[in-house]
């Protein structure tokens, strides 16, 4: 009796051309492709392949990214390298605009917007807010509560940006000054939502909910707010608040409202909501705002709005 011919499932996946195992890695995720590198030195040959981390890189800011990495010497040896680098450090895009990066496991697009592209109620007026170049921020020029009543912070970008079917999460990236005063007791309303789609609320905390903190930073008051005109004369007096009034021993989490969590930059995030992509054309608009108190408050300084898949670390 004749022995059967080995069927093409026999035939090792190691075997296949090198450039054959490339093409089908490339259809993987990035994660996925630094998996298979561990299989064998072929497998490991073939993940380095620059046809794979090309098509992990966004060509449509292609451009951009040329310009923005120009200043490095020697330039990237591979496709590998120059994705690995987006992932690490967020390059400007958009004349500064928006700052651009990649996450690593899943290649899928990430986005902060600028202080500058934010929409920001008083934003020009030095008495509310007033901009400035910290070293070592993402951007040019950085938003600096001052002190406000009425605070509100809008940011747009348009969804054909991000990546298809993707859940996405939006931060406020921000740090508390020494000045900072007025959020500690009082919770903002923030949206994530398309424009001109009802887009459900939320409230969050912008207080620094670690407890020696706040013991070491005792609350200023500027007044009872706004629209108490009989106490109009004191809006600019900074004033004490007794000890016993100005230490809230109970975390903001006890309340149920998000609060501000550390980033690996140093920064503080607060969520602002989520958004899933289905691939549909639009403008996705964020918020963030505190205009029904009418107390004073400030000391904060914006680093911007970011945008990335949800579940990833800053």
């Known amino acids: 009796m004749a022995k059967p011919r080995p069927t093409a499932a026999a035939v090792g996946f190691s075997a296949l ?3 054959c195992i490339a093409h089908i890695l490339s259809f993987t995720s990035p994660q996925d492709v630094c998996r298979f590198a561990s299989v064998s030195s072929t497998f490991r040959s073939a993940a380095d392949a620059d046809d794979i981390w090309e098509r992990f890189l966004p060509l449509e ?3 951009e990214i040329s310009d923005a990495l120009s200043h490095i010497f020697p330039p990237f040896a591979s496709k590998k390298e120059l994705y690995l680098h987006l992932c690490r450090f967020p390059v400007l895009i958009h004349c500064g605009a928006k700052s651009f990066s990649l996450d690593k496991k899943t290649g899928k697009k990430c986005y902060m ?3 500058r592209e934010l929409f920001i109620v008083w934003g020009d007026a030095p008495r509310y807010w007033r901009w400035t170049s910290p070293p070592g921020a993402r951007f ?3 938003a600096e509560l001052v002190s406000v009543c009425w605070l509100e912070i809008r940011g ?6 991000l990546s298809p079917c993707t ?3 939006a931060y406020l990236v921000f740090k508390p000054t020494t000045s900072n005063y007025g959020f500690q007791h009082h919770p903002v309303e923030v949206t994530v939502g398309l424009v001109g789609t009802e887009t459900p609320k939320q409230s969050v905390y912008l207080d620094v909910v670690d407890r020696e903190w706040r013991q070491r930073h005792p609350t200023l008051l500027r007044g009872s707010g706004l629209f108490n005109l009989g106490r109009r004369r004191i809006i600019d007096t900074q004033v004490a608040v007794p000890r016993e009034i100005t230490r809230n021993d109970a975390p903001a989490e006890d309340c149920g409202h998000g609060v501000p969590k550390q ?3 140093g920064w503080l995030e607060v969520q602002l909501g989520e958004f899933f992509h289905n691939g549909v054309d639009g403008e ?4 963030v705002s505190e205009v029904k108190g009418g107390y004073w408050k400030g000391g904060l300084l914006i680093q911007g709005v970011e945008i990335r898949p949800k579940a990833l670390i800053a």
Do not use: N, V
């Open 61 to 63: 800011y292609g451009a």
């Open 17 to 19: 051309p090198e450039g």
């Open 140 to 142: 040019g020029e950085l």
């Open 167 to 169: 859940l996405y999460a």
């Open 156 to 161: 747009k970008i348009e969804t054909q940006m």
């Open 284 to 287: 996705l608009e964020m918020s």
């Open 113 to 115: 917007i600028s202080p």
């Open 263 to 265: 980033r690996e930059d």
